[in-house]
């Protein structure tokens, strides 16, 4: 059967550090996968999009790598700050067969940047 | 308003009730999604609508009825649900229902059952 697993339920780490949390897929060929933070009583919010085709992607402070070899994404916060203390959530993209494209989720890792 | 906004923000009812949840986006999107999110689980996709026709409906019990009257507009009528029906129902939209879009996610409602 399909599965999404993130790395870890939480991580915590220190501030200034990169933090880096996995994205491992298994019995899927997604087509994109995206990244997304959420924070308590909010609703997700999209940071990254990366394609089959492409092996890394870079915003600002952040960084995704896609080996689909691996069938693994990493997801790079670098000079961790106590703000970028949130859940992130991990979400493949494919064709659903029935005329769109969906997301399925991972349950997420909640990471505490410690000041 | 910007964005999608999502009322009740809270909810409870008795297993007896009907109630409806209610989206709104304001980015001109031709595609909405309704999503449940349970403590300890991942997301789950329950349906799309791609101008204002369901595309998908992910094998969600008939308690749950989904009505879109316009791009813009996304109900989620509730009737005789069970207690483990309690999550946060996510509303979402993006630009349409092909490859690649990013999801803008309203705030949720938090659903309690009793």
């Known amino acids: 059967s399909q599965k999404i697993e993130q790395n870890s339920e939480a991580l915590n780490i220190q501030e200034g550090k990169t933090a880096t949390l996995t994205c491992n897929y298994t019995?899927?060929?997604?087509?994109?996968l995206q990244w997304y933070r959420q924070d308590p009583g909010r609703g997700p919010v999209f940071l990254l999009l990366i394609r089959e085709n492409e092996k890394e992607k870079r915003k600002e402070r952040l960084k995704v790598t896609f080996d689909t070899t691996l069938k693994q994404s990493l997801f790079h916060i670098t000079a961790s700050q106590p703000a970028d203390s949130a859940t992130y959530l991990c979400a493949l993209g494919a064709y659903s067969g029935a005329g769109s494209y969906q997301l399925t989720f991972g349950k997420g890792t909640k990471l505490s940047v410690i000041p | 308003e910007t964005g999608v906004t999502q009322t009740p923000r809270h909810l409870v009812m008795g297993m007896t009730n009907k109630k409806s949840l209610k989206c709104e986006q304001h980015?001109?999107?031709?595609?909405m999604y309704w999503y449940k999110q349970s403590a300890k689980k991942p997301l789950e996709l329950m349906f799309v609508y791609s101008l204002e026709e369901r595309v998908e409906n992910n094998s969600v019990p008939s308690r749950f009825s989904p009505e879109c009257p316009n791009s813009s507009h996304l109900f989620l009528h509730l009737h005789t649900l069970q207690p483990e029906d309690s999550a946060l129902y996510l509303c979402a939209s993006s630009q349409d229902i092909g490859a690649h879009n990013e999801q803008f996610f309203g705030p949720g409602t938090r659903l309690t059952v009793l």
């Open positions: 019995n899927y060929s997604p087509a994109y």
């Open positions: 980015l001109g999107h031709n595609a």
